[in-house]
């Protein structure tokens, strides 16, 4: 199971990004996918990810009506659309994948197995 996140960059406050997911070595159908941040000094959070048995999408209340997660099964990508980016959404973003992530814990980087490579958004003017 590998993954790779990439689409990181500096934008202004109020801009967009767009983050990738890319995965090979599993099928994403059966794996719950997960983006997480991290910045400095800050502990690793849960930022948006969807359940791949209900096919829900969950989001922190810091980025809800602002980031969107969403799958491509042909591309085998998962992506997160990131906008009216705020300087506090800089951070590493970082994507995850796992098996029957209980449902309550889809939001805890504890809860995933697999990580890719994270990828830097920096929000300044």
């Known amino acids: 199971v590998q993954l790779q996140a990439s689409g990181g960059g500096l934008v202004q406050p109020g801009g967009s990004l767009r983050l990738s997911c890319a995965r090979s070595g599993f099928v994403y159908d059966d794996y719950d996918i997960g983006w997480f941040r991290q910045a400095p000094g800050k502990a690793r959070e849960g930022v948006s990810c969807i359940s791949v048995r209900s096919g829900a999408t969950y989001y922190a209340d810091s980025v809800k009506g602002r980031f969107t997660i969403s799958r491509d099964s042909a591309e085998n990508t998962v992506y997160l659309q990131m906008d009216s980016l705020k300087p506090e959404d800089t951070a590493v973003y970082y994507c995850?994948?796992?098996?029957?992530?209980?449902?309550?814990?889809?939001?805890?980087?504890?809860?995933?197995?697999?990580w890719g490579q994270g990828t830097q958004v920096t929000v300044s003017s």
């Open positions: 995850a994948a796992d098996q029957n992530v209980i449902l309550s814990t889809l939001l805890t980087p504890a809860a995933y197995k697999h």
